[in-house]
């Protein structure tokens, strides 16, 4: 597969389950690496520069491409040192500038003025969609350029998901940000671009309203008018 | 039409149970019954020797003239002597710095052991190092009492002044005793670690020993910490490998070389010399009623520490 994912923009990964678009993000971050006896071939070149080429490193490539999973992870700590946990990784230590982090990265998150008064509060104590916009703020705390999100809504309510979606429609002005989604009204409603594979193959890659209003491929339109998957 | 079908089933069921006793109600009892009777027998099994332990024990500080203040802070135990004195103390100490030196040796190990087993080579771990470490468990005490005497007592000698038994000989070979109890609840707790968490730390581009320190130690320390306690009550009432290694003088040792003895030990040695209703018997049950409290105290912090757990 060839595939080219636009800056600053919303890419949707669709497709049924099993068809490889997780793993295929998860490459993006080489999450993949964790697996044992994973086989990896091909080239992923973000800002020119493959990243596995051997010479980076994945600790590094991680710090600028963030991840938020499917479920909501956030570590058995406080609120803030959630959000501090990836800067702190990174060596910073100054309290005033964690403090500027954390509170950035929440207001980021659209989660700042939830939790503010609460930030000593351990982070289990939150709701799912508010453990899930923290997990967003501590992604943002480490200044990735690329967000991956891993069917990021799919644990949670409808509600929750709304805030979610809006979060990420505000978030694409400054990440570029590849999400995979179950469902594909979801990519409709936010993604720039909509990538829909098939069995591990990108059948079709195209604009987001292009791909839904007229797809090339007739695999594409029995999809996503809900023949199968 | 349904009605009238499911009728005669209906009548049937209601016949049956207004019939005689039912089979299954039987079976139901017979069932309870035994359960109960386990239970209770257990329950009167585990309070007999409690009442036994705790009434022979008190007896010299109810009727036999001995102090407790005596016996827990008394240096001097000389139950013969003409003036008999039962300072338990230097047992106390003997008890506790065992444990405590032997679970400051094996933490860090059994710790690391099930780092290693379950973050770093879970096949070598699984394989190898698991199966050892358990059969460190099956080793009869006595064998660990031997080896350290003929092992580490001469090893002990060479290396430091006095005769190489005491309270280092004991906390080592103690150390290798609780070692399969901490690795054991270490690798279960860190096991028991949700996958998420570990990648969550992954993805924000931590290297895997950041992980480790930061995130799987500092969630899972209550767990761990329980491992140590529990480890620490084995040691604590350890008595034969502990008394082949110790010494046995019933005075509190200047140095970790020097001989000493523990509750244990001294149960052990002196309850064969002595006559049932002596004042030197009562005053052994009342080392046993120590040790019995002391178990009672570790159980408890073990449970206030897994109650640490389930609200993190």
Known sequence: MDLTIPEKSITAFIGPSGCGKSTLLRTLNRMNDTIPGVLIEG???????????????????????????????????????????????????????????????LRSASLWNEVKDVLKKSAWSLSGGQQQRLCIARALAVEPDILLMDESTSALDPISTTKIE???????????????????????????????????????????????????????????????? | MNMTQTRPAADAIAKDGRGKFPKHKLEELRGRGYVMFCVLLLIVIIFSIVYFIASRGLTPFASQGVSVGEMLGGLK??????????????????????????????????????????????KVGKNILQPAIELLAGVPSVVYGFVGLSVIVPFLRDVFPGQGVGILAGGIVLSVMILPTITTVATDALRSLPAGL?????????????????????????S??????????????????????????PHIPHSLTQSAATLTSIITLSMGNTTSGSLHNNALWSLALILLIMTFL??????????RVKHA
């Open chain 1, 43 to 105: 080239e992923v070149v973000i800002q020119d520069r493959n990243i596995y080429d051997g010479q980076t490193e994945v600790e590094f490539l991680r710090k600028r491409v963030g991840m938020v999973f499917q479920q909501p992870n956030p570590f058995p700590k406080t609120i803030y040192d959630n959000v501090a946990y990836g800067p702190r990784l990174h060596g910073v230590t100054k309290k005033s500038e964690l403090d500027g982090i954390v509170e950035k990265s």
């Open chain 1, 166 to 229: 809006e979060l990420t429609r505000e978030l694409k002005k400054s990440y570029t940000i590849v999400m995979v989604t179950h469902n594909m009204h979801q990519a409709a409603r936010i993604s720039d671009r909509t990538v829909f594979f098939l069995n591990g193959e990108v059948v079709e890659s195209a604009d987001t309203e292009q791909l839904f209003r007229a797809p090339r491929d007739q695999r594409t339109e029995d999809y996503i008018s809900g023949r199968f998957g």
């Open chain 2, 77 to 122: 135990w000389a139950p013969e002597a003409d003036t008999p004195r039962f300072g338990a103390l230097p047992f106390l100490f003997g008890s506790f710095a065992t444990s405590l030196l032997a679970a400051v040796i094996a933490a860090p190990l059994g710790i690391c052991a099930a780092i290693f087993m379950t973050e770093m080579m879970p």
């Open chain 2, 198 to 222: 570990k990648e969550g730390s992954y993805a924000l581009g931590a290297t895997r020993w950041q992980t480790i320190s930061r995130l799987v130690i500092p969630t899972t320390l209550p």
């Open chain 2, 224 to 249: 761990l910490m329980t491992g140590v306690v529990l480890g620490i009550a084995r040691a604590f009432g350890e008595a034969l490998a502990v008394q082949m290694v110790i010494g046995n003088a």
């Open chain 2, 298 to 307: 570790f159980v408890f912090v073990v449970r206030l520490l897994e109650r």
